[in-house]
């Protein structure tokens, strides 16, 4: 069935390192792909997304890629600071109505 | 500002019971979503619902039923709980087409961590 995959499951760097998160998804219909932060006992929110026509988006410090052909995206965090801290969670849509997400990755940003 | 409300925060029930964990949003969204978060498995789709009285089960239906009788308002039902519902559970809205909201789509509730003893 449909499924994304999402590495690593943890991943600790340095502050002001950068931090890379990659996700792959498997239906080729999908061309939605949103990303969601959850912050220890707070609810996901939405950090950054990109389409399918779409190669690369940048928010300051975070930016996603995109390649449709291999079925992958990541997620690129740079210069970390301790409030960076949190699960993220890639999704990718299926359907009109629903997203398929990855199994989250718990990044820790060390002062 | 709290768009999408979920009626309790830490649920505690015994084995057998029916639980009822309810779900309100005030942005008159179309569709809305129960999910299942546990550690390692990501966000797992239990149920959803994209009008009044319509739903279709998700990844993992079992043991879960869910109501929907007014736009706003969500409900999952535990029919007979057991201690693998164990879990936090997540509700969310959306616009009927979610890619297409500049505020990407999904707003989720801030959980019910429910444990079943």
């Known amino acids: 069935g449909e499924n994304v995959e999402q590495h690593p499951s943890t991943l600790s760097v340095q502050e002001g390192d950068s931090a890379v998160i990659k996700c792959t998804y498997s239906?080729?219909?999908?061309?939605?792909f949103p990303w969601y932060k959850q912050e220890l006992g707070k609810r996901p929110q939405l950090i950054i997304d990109?389409?399918?026509?779409?190669g690369e988006k940048k928010d300051q410090r975070i930016a996603v890629t995109l390649n449709k052909t291999a079925k992958h995206f990541s997620l690129h965090i740079t210069e970390t600071q301790p409030e960076d801290s949190a699960v993220y969670f890639c999704?990718?849509?299926?359907?009109?109505?629903?997203?398929?997400f990855g199994t989250g990755t718990r990044l820790k940003v060390l002062a | 500002d709290v768009k999408v409300t979920q009626s309790s925060r830490y649920l505690v029930k015994r084995t057998g019971e029916k639980v009822f964990l309810e779900c309100v949003q005030d942005?008159?969204?179309?569709?809305m979503f129960w999910y299942r978060q546990d550690p390692g498995l990501g966000l797992r789709l239990i149920y959803f619902?994209?009008?009044?009285?319509?739903?279709e089960k998700g990844d993992i239906p079992e043991g879960y039923s869910v109501s929907r009788e007014k736009k706003e308002r969500f409900s999952l039902i535990l029919e007979s709980a057991s201690t693998n519902q164990t879990s936090m559970y997540l509700c969310a809205s959306s616009l009927i087409e979610p890619y297409r909201d500049r505020a990407g789509g999904y707003t989720f509730g801030s959980g019910t961590r429910l444990t079943v003893v």
């Open positions: 942005m008159d969204h179309e569709n």
């Open positions: 619902s994209y009008d009044v009285k319509m739903k």
């Open positions: 239906d080729s219909a999908s061309n939605y």
């Open positions: 990109i389409r399918s026509n779409v």
């Open positions: 999704a990718a849509s299926r359907g009109t109505y629903k997203y398929i």
